[in-house]
């Protein structure tokens, strides 16, 4: 930390607790107590069962998760091919150019998520392309929603990059096409695996524009516990909710694992 003193550095971890515990680190400990519970008892859940977890993990709650892990591993990995190739033509058009497709990639995340599942609807329920129905529309939305994220941080690598890399390949008769593959992109995989993770973990989370679109054979978790808790079974829910938490968990390590070892390659 930057404060140097003894009790200025107790100070700032107290601050940061009073702050950090019930804004961010309470609110999710209760979902969990909630999800191993049958009632509540006053303010807090009360009577202890695993019996949530049974339905959490099985049929149409497996399917759901199942849902969820494909369309933000599909989403994630189009976000992920359109967003650095986008960033990387980016990086040699003029400044005027370059703001004008920042703003373009950045159009969707300046607007509320549920516009752009109605525009999604609107511009793909009608042949050539009607993906209405299917799970294909889910997918591409999610994707529209999570490119921006990975063309920004592409984009933030790129500026760090030392161009004495490319320059030192280009002398050596590198084809351009041979520099990208073997010295630009290697040098940006720890980026790209970090853009990677966050845009799985927010389409995991995303529901405002999955509500207006998906079939009933293609319901992604997110939705399988809005519909539970809305049904009143607030306990089942929260279980639900403890399952997506894990998974997104699980494969931020994966991911996180892939990006260290790449960074120390």
């Known amino acids: 930390m930057l404060v140097h003193s003894k009790g200025g550095r107790w100070a700032a971890w107290s601050l940061f607790g009073l702050l950090f515990l019930p804004l961010f680190a ?12 049958t009632h509540w008892s006053g303010a807090f859940p009360s009577g202890p069962t695993t019996g949530n977890y049974a339905s959490a993990v099985q049929g149409e709650s497996l399917r759901a998760l199942t849902t969820s892990l494909l369309t933000a ?6 976000a992920l091919t359109v967003g650095t190739w986008a960033a990387l033509a980016a990086a040699g058009l003029k400044k005027r150019a370059k703001r004008s497709l920042d703003a373009l990639f950045m159009l969707p ?3 509320p998520s549920v516009v752009v ?3 999604v609807l609107v511009a793909f329920s009608k042949p050539p392309l009607l993906l209405n ?3 294909s529309i889910v997918i591409l939305a999610h994707t529209i929603l999570v490119t921006a994220f990975a063309y920004q941080s592409v984009s933030a690598a790129i500026v760090r990059l030392d161009p004495a890399y490319e320059q030192a390949a280009a002398s050596l008769g590198a084809h351009p096409v041979y520099v990208l593959w073997r010295v630009k992109l290697p040098l940006l995989l720890p980026s790209l695996t ?3 993770g966050l845009c799985f973990a927010l389409s995991m989370g995303e529901l405002s524009a999955t509500m207006m679109l998906y079939p009933p054979d293609w319901m992604p978790l997110p939705v399988r516990i809005f519909t539970a808790t809305d049904r009143g079974s607030l306990f089942g829910g929260s279980a639900v909710a403890v399952v997506l938490m894990a998974a997104t968990l699980l494969v931020l390590l994966a991911v996180s694992r892939v990006r260290t070892k790449a960074a120390y390659r």
């Not at 309470?26 to 909630?34: C, D, F, G, R, T």
């Open 26 to 37: 309470l609110p999710l400990l209760v979902v969990v107590a909630a999800s191993f519970a």
């Open 73 to 78: 591993l599909a989403a994630s990995l189009l």
């Open 109 to 111: 995340v300046a607007v």
């Open 117 to 119: 599942g109605l525009a």
């Open 133 to 135: 129905g299917t799970g």
């Open 194 to 196: 970090a853009a990677a």
